[in-house]
């Protein structure tokens, strides 16, 4: 798909200044500016797994731009420049390009866990479902072979904002095995019902939906949400369990792990289309905001690589998932 | 269905003392009582379109109470008895049915309007759509003969709580003809988008689903609610639509009506599963609260028929749905 | 005015890097700078209805400065010169100045409408009044030659922020044809209260105080509002109308527009006195905040003209007047 | 203007089980009931300075129901009768009366204090006014034989509710006394501004108007609200200051008087038309909310006297005008 | 205690009516009522274990009625005596007395599990503590046996409200064990800062003032409440632990801890003092809420025993402890 | 403490471009920065008490950075540097230091008033204290000459924002002459308890804890807050008062001042523990409410001198503890 090889491609962080480049990257916020002359050039972000640079390209005409994705991934040849202290990318060459699932795992930051050791995790806490209604529900997703993929694939968070692939499958298999841990505090919690909300609670954030082919993923995600996609895509599930596997699903069952899905975000104001209102949709909400804040504060107190621009100071930045709070970094106890 | 016809039906506005009655009610809050020594009753509240009144089953096994449903219909016989100056029904036998259309039209108050006159108006409406795709998708709406009975027959807010039969399609009526009239004063809203948006956005209400036959309609408008449900049932329908009439539909279009469905209430607090976010979503939503703020005022300062309990004092009670607001009723210029 | 003709007026948009220009500017943002050897300068935004430019003036007095307009007119004299790859205008002689109409509708922006034609649509809509106070009190109204010169000439919103000359009569037009076309579906609804109410729910922008003729009108704006201001005004109109027509008015009729006025912002926290209590209240808040937001909606998705700094993306930026959401622009059926 | 004489006033903490009584009361929550066989009687509560009671008329037209007033005054004449442990008042006779400052003092609970000796106390504030222009206004407000009446007789809050003649009064005094003591301590504060805007801040509470002669004064309470009453009687006070006394007011000084009174409830959702914006503003708002906030917490801590029906227990019931808090009662040091 | 013995104690479950009673109850909502011509007399509820009766004594002195606790315990003789359908206790002989841990467990609902096992299951994870500080610490706690006793026998929520003997102890250990059990999923959080965290954060709830003997421990819940309470608690434990056993804490160490403490309720609007700030106290408000909201909707949606009043219906009474939503019941798979 | 007397202390407002420059500074918010290359640098902000400016420190260790304070004081030598039209600090030697209260004075901006005239007021205030005990714990503060000296010279406000030395006095001896003039009007409130209360609200800003020396006390601020850090002390005061006085407390005295503390913000979204729930505690949090919205609307409104950066404008920049208003700068009168 690259149009010349005689660029080779360079990781952004091991980019100079005024070096020559070549290669895939994902595009983020491209825009259009124009010139004091009024001419149109493309502003946009191009990344990889290493870093981010904002890039340039001078002369663009309004078709070439609406051919690129809005956020996506490019073929992009061009030159480093400094400019006010930083490095920036000019552009000569642009295409919109479809990164294989190797090539993804280059452009994007991705889990350091083991994928498949990951999955096979979750595969075998599902095994422990009991009622067959579940179990066929869940024979139904796992041998959806594309969606399993993009499970195993997909961030937890928006695509290319402070996620990384593989980072569903993670929280997922965490949420999993603390409820496997703890479950058996709460005996009168179905857990089945349990442990099924939860493998489906954030699978919305995969959906490819047929009549909607060419359509962005991400737009459907601001306007329609992995919530209410969770919940037709289980609709959509349940429906194919009965044809294939001949199950009737008990009164209610199907209606209690929707009422899972959409709600499991808390609140109306955070996205829950209704709020929870099983105990099983409280558990689940409950357990799923644990571990979102728990793993929010840990990466804003105590990351894995000391960040350049906070060193100094007990106290991190003011943190919008958590209220704005800002956070007291040591501990005491170290 | 009736076991026995001894009693004659009699209306709950025309009973007296200690008359014998019998026939079909609607029954509400069946809830189960136990009196002092410990045995079990029931307590509910039975009506039909012309009043409702408290009633008691004074010996009721837990089984016989499982077989009744909380929100339906029964079949009962008894007598009157006036009890702290009220009238009390005093069951002697009471049975689950499942009442007709005619019959349900006895039961609960209904529209003055003629629902077949409206009904063609909303068709006509609807043959005003330009774009093929929606069209189509109207015509697999219209197709769906059992959809479109409920359609006509369900009320606009939830069953039997201050709201009457034909009250959603009346609803609907009213809001096609508003944009009928001010879409012209907005020439950049797609028409067609505001048209078919509106005549899906409360659909939800009157969803049958397969998987969950005897599940009741009620729970799963407090589980999923009618939002969520009218997007579920526009991916049905979309789906139908491109098999049966071979129609594609334009990118996101599938995508943006179900946006105007899930976000028609506004704001996550009154329910929208996401904030309005295209022009035509706001829209809708505008003109739904216009029509429903100013319903509910009407219906509160000026109403139909005065009622008894306060013909006297300017103002309303508060009126939950206007932010807990008294109304002040007269008209000066009247 | 003009202390020297040796300099043409240019307008903003046509100017070019090093030139000299002169003529009448909008003044707004007009602040004291100090340079760091401590002497005063001016800073200031210069516009006329074709654009903005930052300007400067180095040396200033206080006295100066204190004649200056804080948001207003001034004739100005100076050079054009580049400045961060931008103009900016360095000022040598500034005067306030009062702009005749003529001399308003070039320094500001204006409806592309026909003002008078659109007067005219009011005035008719106004005859169709039927009770007779009302109708005496609109002849009070339009009497008043100077109160409707400031109602054609009027912005709709805050003088020289995102908002041109004749919106508030473009804005009250579009409300009374709406609730001209939409009032026979709720005949339960006094059609006078609604006409004069809407005529009358903006007016407060344009008045003029006897005993504060000196005091800035935006200031008053901002400590009093001018739904306080419409209500004063009318109570003024009402007397007069009463003494030179001779009309008694019902009882809490001129109580009931008022109100209309004071809370047609619907909610305390958007600016209401009193949240509307009688539903000719509500529904006028309503239309309006359906006019409000359909306009924001369309302006902000589908602007008149190609905005430079975002033709990518499919959303908008966030718009601060609804719930600061962004907004998906693209019409799917187009 | 009553019938008959033949029964004598007897205060309703006097009256006993079936005894005869006649007089003047107090009249609330007038409300027309229906019996079962759908015959209309009235519902209301009669007071006196003493007590309230339930009353009922059985027989009772629409008519004269219409003619009494929902709030206000009446001549009665009935027999008490013992009901469900408390005495009920069966009136035979009831019309709408008048009452005579004097008669009102019967009837309405008042301060304890000499209503006097406190409008003398509140003079001699005013007269330490500096400004000329205040002085004259205060002059004009101060002539107004009727509204000056109204000033000492009014509650402070809501007519007939918590509240007592001359109530309005002895807040006002408290403030300008609390003022006076601790303006020295604030020497940037223009005094004459607080002092002004402390008298003026309830005085809308009062207001006639003339184009509303029979208009209930508190439905206009509940619609317009006494701040923007406030303001408006502020702008017709000043045109008549500038008339009569030739008084020119400085620029903006009105507007900032206006803009003390229709902001000093502190917050939109307390009441304030805009929120306090200028120190003087702040400051009066503050003493105003200080005071209130001390005396509804004093008054249900440490009633005058005891309560029958909170003899015991440490905290007082939920006070709603104290974010709905419970107070604790003991003063230990006592 | 007892003044006479001729009466039997009766477990208020078993009173049938017009029978003696006479032993020990726990009261509450003691008030002072009056009868119609003046006479003061107590109003009270009467419980025990197995349920409340409301009570009412006939002549009761003021001086009497002060030497009652307002919620307490008393010993009583008196009759039962049927009323509108429920019993009712009136007391003849009424006194305050003091409970021993064993009549306690008499007179207040208790846990059913055995609370010498949880207490050393807790002791046991106790040990589990690494850091010498913590351990020193920890063991001051344990070697307060006033307090132990205190935390084997407090309810989790307020004294006699919807809780019961060992809540505390039992509520503790759930939040030790699940720790215990997920922490190894988040190795960058402090274990023992957390299990400290979680085995202080709610003794509060049992503390005795030197200082405040005679003073009532709920009143002081209400007016300093349980977090501070804790907070001071450990402020004194650290200043002991420091003289008893020459530890030194690490700067930060009790700071952390008190923190974790009045942080836990999550937000100010729930009682915390502080929003939690460090990942510790994040963790652990989660987890308390976790368990709080888990225990909740289950105790609501699937109660040990059916309850009378609630048999029919698929959804709970409101719940105000989770934003006042109504629970679905109903377990589909089971 | 200085390394080298070769350069002289200058005040930062005296400092022009390219000057050496050596002596003590308060620092604020330091940070790392890492060049492109990667090397650590020191990047803070140094003032005295006459200004402020930016810093720089090219060669940098981490083990240097961490010894320095994120906000306190430091020796410092170095060299001025033009940098974008601002003057900034190139330093070369940077070490810690401990201001006496001679170097503070000079480092942070202080009270123009004099501290010892304000203590000694606010002692007489306290001589005037009626109940023994109350005089007795006043003496045990008043002993406490650490505690003193510190409430001498803390300010109101966080240390180094917009605050000075001396502010805390100067604010709670305000307070103290508020109530010292109005509490004759509210003889039902409990002087003592009042100015006790007072005295004590914000003296938590002073602490010292054993068990912590060397932890940063504005760390704990963030952590713990001043109010519970004030109950925690009047817990000890309380104590020693008890000890060294042989004084005994009335029941719920100690508890009911501690309830004035923790409450005294008025709100729990204020940072109150326990919303106010006595008269007292009303009563003090709303006079500490009216000082301080006070002062910051002066502050902002008409400020000691003439800031250059808001000369024009007839309205202040939005003011974030006065819920974001803008306030109105002109005093028409003045």
Redesign the interface.
């Known amino acids: 798909m690259s149009p010349a090889a005689k660029t080779t491609r360079r990781s952004i962080s091991d980019l100079g200044p005024s070096e020559r480049f070549g290669g895939s990257f994902a595009i983020a916020?491209?825009?259009?500016?124009?010139t004091?002359n009024g001419d149109?050039y493309l502003k946009c972000l191009l990344s990889d797994k290493t870093g981010r640079l904002p890039a340039r390209k001078w002369s663009m005409s309004?078709e070439m731009?609406h051919r690129?994705p809005?956020d996506g991934f490019v073929y992009v040849e061009g030159q480093t420049q400094p400019y006010q202290?930083?490095l920036q990318l000019i552009v000569d060459i642009i295409e919109p390009m479809e990164p294989s699932v190797d090539e993804l795992r280059e452009l994007l930051p991705a889990t350091e866990r083991d994928v498949d050791d990951m999955f096979a995790q979750v595969v075998s806490i599902l095994d422990t479902l009991k009622?067959p209604?579940?179990k066929a529900l869940a024979k139904t997703y796992l041998a959806d072979e594309m969606l399993m993929d993009q499970f195993r694939l997909a961030p937890a968070a928006k695509m290319m904002h402070h996620a990384y692939l593989g980072g569903l499958l993670e929280h997922t298999l965490?949420l999993l095995?603390?409820v496997d841990?703890?479950l058996p505090?709460?005996p009168?919690?179905?857990r089945?019902?349990v442990v099924m909300g939860l493998f489906l609670h954030d699978l919305g954030k995969t959906r490819e939906?047929?009549?909607?082919?060419?359509?962005?993923y991400s737009?459907?995600g601001?306007?329609?949400?992995h919530?209410?996609e969770g919940?037709?895509m289980l609709?959509?599930k349940?429906?194919q369990t009965?044809r294939a596997e001949g199950v009737r699903?008990?009164?209610?069952?199907?209606?209690?792990l929707?009422?899972i899905i959409?709600s499991h975000h808390g609140?109306?104001?955070y996205?829950?289309?209704?709020?929870p209102?099983?105990?099983e949709a409280?558990?689940v909400s409950?357990?799923d905001?644990?571990d979102a804040?728990?793993v929010i504060?840990?990466a804003a107190?105590?990351p894995e690589t000391e960040r350049?621009?906070?060193?100094?100071?007990?106290?991190t930045e003011r943190q919008w998932a958590?209220?704005n709070?800002?956070?007291?970094k040591?501990?005491?106890?170290?």
């Open positions: 916020n491209a825009q259009m500016g124009r004091r149109p309004e731009f690129l809005t202290g930083e009622h209604a579940m965490t095995k603390i841990a703890i505090l709460y009168k919690l179905n089945d019902l939906l047929v009549y909607d082919k060419t359509f962005s737009d459907r601001e306007l329609i949400g919530l209410v919940a037709i609709h959509d349940a429906a009965m699903f008990p009164p209610g069952a199907i209606t209690v929707q009422h959409i609140l109306p104001e996205g829950a289309a209704k709020p209102s099983t105990p409280i558990f409950q357990v905001d644990l804040k728990t504060a840990l107190a105590r350049a621009y906070d060193l100094g100071g007990n106290f958590l209220q709070r800002k956070l007291y040591p501990d005491p106890l170290a």
